[in-house]
């Protein structure tokens, strides 16, 4: 595996599932160890939204924490483990076609809308409402939310410590996809935030391919 | 050096009196601690409470959690108290900010400027494969194991454990996205934290998690915390940003409709 490897230059052996998220809406899967996950953005510049937990025991969270200390960068690429809260290996990214995500700045909510953007962005949708809707069908709650993954979403953490919501570095159709490390639950939000420029301010669908993983 | 936790707290040793002295009369002092490198300490406290952080010998971290104590499933959020804040880097002016975008405690004053909102604490998993055990027990306890602890005596359970912020051990990310740890700024910086809501504050005091030496290093950590005032729309504070301020509002409309002034 390098840098370098895309979505297009690694094998995920043969397709299981494919399916359209809807702009705005929320979506889970189990995977099996050793399956593969895509995921695409297929209009461009959307942040996904992403938890995982370990199927046999969702105490076991992702922990952006614990995966920043096994790795020498902030952003997460090709190569990165997304480990649990207790260091384990749930999942690893196998393929990358746009180089760098976040997972320092977390999913949005309709509270911290009210602090960021003002109490009349109350009524909006929000991440937090997805994983929390999407999780109580998989017996997950409130306690289990915790700081996530933004697929394609571009957060800088400039020298002075300032940290940014940038314009996507993503474009229709790139994509990023993990491999199953362990039987793993995935909690997904695509994005409903229109408020700042992590989706182009107009959130677009999503893509979920499951496939069985390489034979090798 | 006082090993135990003094109770009451007015009772703090004489021989520490000299530190307290000229901040705080000794029969306000709530929580007066000394927990040793490789400990933790928990309490709840009630809102408008100082809480000072100490750094005795250089070798401290403070690996901390806030909850709100009437219903804990409310808690620190980092992602949330970096994004809304913009800004990473620990420092006076802080706002420490729930999932709910209230604000559980501000930080007030801070002689250190060595802190970290990105890595967290340790766990068992790194501090075995660093040091060779990371068990609460042991010589070099993982962070995750000391706050188990300390939440479990509060009702909560590992599933309640959210990522932490730490005190007194730097890191700082250059233009590449690489972390540098930057240590301590030595013996003697303190952190005063102040309570804006009723909170349950768990704290570790254990080595930050990207500490570069080979050997552990953790030495004791002073918590002194006193009852005093909150922050009120007098304050600087309360308007030092657009996005502090709705917090601070979102505060105290849960606690006017929750009977709390």
Sequence with gaps: ???????????????????????????????????????????????????????????????????????????????SV???????????????????HDT??????????????????????????????????????????????????NVPVDPDGALGIVDGISAPGLAVSLRAETDTLVLVSNCPQINNPCNGFNPSRAEMIISAGATS | MAAAPARPASSWPAADEAVVAGVVAADRLVWAETVAGGGYSHKVLARGTTLRLTDLAGDACAHLLLFNADQPFERLNVADTVKVQWQVYAAAGQLLLSDQGRVLATVVADSSGRHDTIYGTSTAVRNTARYGDGAAQG?????????????????????????????FQGVRIDDDGRPGFTGSAGAGASVTLRTEMPVIVLIANTAHPLDDRADYASTPLEVLAWADAPTTPADPLWDASPEGRRAFVNTADYLAARGLK
């Design chain 1, 82 to 100: 997304l480990r649990d809260n207790e260091s384990n290996p749930l999942l690893t990214i196998i393929a990358d076609d746009c180089g760098r």
């Design chain 1, 1 to 79: 595996m390098t840098a370098t490897a895309t979505t297009a230059t690694v094998d995920f052996g043969a397709e299981l599932s494919r399916e359209t998220v809807a702009a705005r809406a929320p979506w889970s899967a189990v995977l099996t160890a050793g399956q593969v996950l895509t995921i695409v953005d297929l209009d461009g510049n959307q942040a996904i939204d992403f938890l995982a937990y370990a199927a046999a025991d969702t105490a076991r969270a992702y922990s952006a924490q614990a995966t920043l200390q096994e790795q020498d960068s902030v952003y997460l690429s090709v190569g």
């Design chain 1, 104 to 153: 320092l700045g977390g999913a949005c909510s309709k509270e911290s809308n009210t602090l960021r953007y003002g109490l009349h962005t109350w009524a909006q949708h929000a991440c937090v409402e997805n994983f929390l809707a999407e999780g109580s069908r998989r017996v997950l709650g409130k306690r289990d939310l915790v700081s996530n993954i933004n697929w394609f979403m």
């Design chain 2, 139 to 167: 010589a070099t306890p993982a962070g995750r194991e000391l706050f188990a602890l300390a939440g479990a005596k509060n009702g909560l359970s590992r599933r309640d454990l959210p990522p932490s912020v730490s005190f």
